[in-house]
C-alpha cells in the first residue's frame, strides 16, 4: 500500500506539474490575445480619432469656404489653413491605412490563437480530470491507511490498558496476602471470645428456632381461619343471590298476574260491547279450535294494518315519481362513479409521473454533488439521502464528508464547510435546470484562501452557461467580475453608486 501511494504520489506531481505547464501555456496565449485585443482596440481608437479628425477638418474647411466670400481680407490664412487641414488628412489617411494593416494581423492572429485555444482547452480538462482522479484514490487510499493507523492506535491502547490492569490486579493480591497474614495473626491471639460469641450465637440461633416454629404453628392456624371465613362468605353469597333470585321471580309472577287481570278485564269489556253470551259463544266453537293461533294472527294484522297508516290515493302518482327520482340518482351515481374512477386513475398516473420524475431528479442532482464537492474541497465526498419510506413523501438529508474528518450530516461541519456543501448543491441544481442568473450574496465570506481559489475556479467554468450577481468583499473572487458595482459614501448619509467596467479599465490602463 505505501508503495501504491508513492506511485500514485509520484503520477500526481506529474500530473500537476503537467497542468501547471498547460495552464502557464494557456495563460500566456491568453496574455497574448489581450495584448492584441488591446492593441486593436488601441488602432480601432486611433482610427476613430482620425475620422473625428478629418470631419473636423471638412468642418472647418466648409467655414472657411463661407467666411471667405464675406470676408477677402482672411482669405490667405484660410487657404493656409486648408493646405494644413489637406496634410493632416493625409497623414490621417496613412495613419489609417497602417491601422487597418495592424488590424489585419492582430485579427489574423486571433483565429490562430482561436483556433489553438479549444485544443488547450480539452487537454486542460483531461488534465484536471485525470488529476481529480488521482486526487480521489489517493483521498481514498489515505482513508484507508488512516483507518489501518486508528485500529492499530486501538489495538495498543487495549494492551496498554490490560497491562495496566495486571499490574494492579498484582498490587490488590500482594495487599490481600498482606491482610490475611495479619488477619491469621489476630486470630491466633483472639480466639477465646470468638469461642464464647460462638456458644452465645449458638443458643440465640436455638432460641429463634422455636420462635419460628411457634410462629409458623400460628401462620397456618390463621391461615384455616381465613379459609373457613372465605367458604363462610362463598356460602353466604349464594343464599343472598338465591333469596335475590326468589324475589325477581315473585316480583316477576305478581307482575304477570296483574297483566294477566288487567287484560281479562280488557276482553270482558269488549266482549260485553259485541252484545253476545260467552257461554253461546263457548259452546259455538269448533272442537279443534286454537285460540293461542288466534290470537297471535289476530295481533299480526293488527300491526299490518296499523303499519299501513291511513288510505294514500295519491300513492300511485308518488310512486312514479319516486321512480323518476331513483332513476335520475341512478345515473347521477353512475356518473360519479366513472368520474371518481378516472380521478383515482389520474392520481395514479400522476403519483407514477412524479416518482419518477423526482427519481431521476433526485439522482441527477445526487451525482453533480457527487462531483462538485470533491472539486470543492479538494477530496471527501457527499451524498443526498432520502428520509423516509415514500418517495413523494419523504426528506432529504444532506450527508457530507471533507477530507480528515468522519462526520456524517451537514450539521456537524463548520461554517466554511456548510458554504461549500451548500454551493455545491445549489450548482447541481443549476446543472439540471439552468436560471438566467445566479445570485450569491457573500458565500466566499467564512471561506479562507484556498476555499476562495476553488470556489473560484468552479465559478469560472459555470459562467460560461449561467450569469453571476455575486456581493464580495474578497478580491480574489472581485477579479472573476467583468463588471464591478459598489457603494460609496462621500458625504454622511449620502450613498452613491460607482459603477467599473473591468475591460475597459484594462484597455484604458493598457493605452
Known amino acids: 500500500r505505501e508503495q501504491r501511494l508513492k506511485s500514485l504520489r509520484s503520477d500526481l506531481a506529474l500530473s500537476e506539474a503537467a497542468l501547471q505547464r498547460a495552464d502557464a501555456a494557456l495563460a500566456s496565449i491568453r496574455h497574448a490575445q489581450e495584448q492584441a485585443e488591446a492593441e486593436r ?108 493507523m486508528i485500529l492499530s492506535e486501538s489495538r495498543r491502547s487495549q494492551e496498554t490498558s490490560v497491562a495496566t490492569g495486571l499490574a494492579r490486579m498484582a498490587d490488590q493480591r500482594d495487599q490481600l496476602n498482606r491482610r490475611c497474614a495479619e488477619l491469621d495473626a489476630e486470630l491466633a491471639v483472639g480466639d477465646t ?53 326468589s324475589r325477581d321471580a315473585i316480583e316477576q309472577a305478581r307482575l304477570a298476574a296483574q297483566e294477566n287481570r288487567v287484560r281479562r278485564e280488557a276482553l ?25 293461533a288466534w290470537e297471535e294472527q ?32 341512478d345515473r347521477q351515481h353512475a356518473d360519479l362513479t366513472d368520474a371518481l374512477s378516472t380521478l383515482e386513475e389520474a392520481m395514479r398516473k400522476i403519483d407514477k409521473e412524479t416518482r419518477t420524475r423526482f427519481e431521476d431528479t433526485f439522482e441527477k442532482i445526487n451525482n453533480g454533488l457527487k462531483e462538485k464537492f470533491p472539486r470543492l474541497f479538494g477530496g471527501g465526498h457527499a451524498y443526498l439521502e432520502l ?73 469560472r467554468d459555470m459562467s460560461e452557461r449561467v450569469q453571476f450577481i455575486f456581493i464580495t468583499h474578497n478580491k480574489a473572487t472581485m477579479e472573476l467580475a467583468s463588471q464591478l458595482i459598489g457603494v460609496t459614501m462621500t458625504e454622511p448619509g449620502v450613498s452613491r453608486l460607482v459603477a467599473v467596467d473591468v475591460e475597459e479599465a484594462v484597455r484604458l490602463a493598457a493605452v
Open 193 to 245: 471470645p470468638i469461642n464464647e460469641l460462638h456458644a452465645r450465637l449458638d443458643a440465640l440461633l436455638a432460641q429463634r428456632l422455636e420462635v419460628e416454629s411457634e410462629l409458623q404453628a400460628a401462620r397456618r392456624s390463621l391461615e384455616d381461619a381465613d379459609a373457613q371465613i372465605r367458604d363462610l362468605e362463598q356460602l353466604r353469597s349464594a343464599a343472598e343471590e338465591r333469596v335475590t333470585g
Open 41 to 148: 482596440d488601441r488602432l480601432q481608437g486611433r482610427i476613430q480619432e482620425g475620422h473625428r479628425e478629418h470631419s473636423d477638418a471638412r468642418s472647418r474647411l466648409e467655414a472657411a469656404r463661407a467666411r471667405a466670400q464675406e470676408r477677402q481680407s482672411r482669405r490667405t490664412r484660410l487657404e493656409h489653413e486648408a493646405a494644413e487641414v489637406t496634410r493632416e488628412t493625409a497623414v490621417a489617411r496613412e495613419a489609417v491605412e497602417r491601422a487597418r494593416a495592424d488590424l489585419a494581423v492582430a485579427l489574423s492572429q486571433q483565429e490562430d490563437l482561436a483556433a489553438r485555444l479549444p485544443a488547450l482547452e480539452a487537454e486542460r480538462d483531461d488534465r484536471r480530470a485525470a488529476l481529480t482522479a488521482a486526487r480521489a484514490r489517493a483521498q481514498s487510499a489515505q482513508i484507508a491507511s488512516r483507518d489501518l
Open 298 to 329: 289476530l295481533d299480526g294484522v293488527r300491526a299490518d294494518v296499523a303499519r299501513l297508516g291511513q288510505v294514500n290515493l295519491a300513492a300511485i302518482d308518488e310512486l312514479k315519481e319516486q321512480s323518476e327520482r331513483k332513476e335520475y340518482l
Open 268 to 292: 270482558a269489556e269488549q266482549f260485553a260491547a259485541t252484545q253476545h253470551e260467552l257461554a253461546q259463544v263457548i259452546q259455538g266453537l269448533p272442537e279443534n279450535a286454537d285460540v293461542p
Open 387 to 459: 428520509v423516509g419510506d415514500d418517495v413523494l413523501g419523504a426528506g432529504v438529508a444532506v450527508m457530507a464528508r471533507p477530507p480528515g474528518k468522519r462526520n456524517s450530516t451537514i450539521h456537524l461541519l463548520s461554517g466554511g464547510e456548510k458554504a461549500l456543501t451548500a454551493v455545491a448543491l445549489v450548482f447541481s441544481i443549476f446543472d439540471l435546470n439552468p436560471a438566467p442568473f445566479c445570485l450569491l450574496d457573500e458565500v466566499d465570506a467564512p471561506l479562507d484562501e484556498h476555499n476562495v481559489g476553488r470556489f473560484c475556479e468552479i465559478v
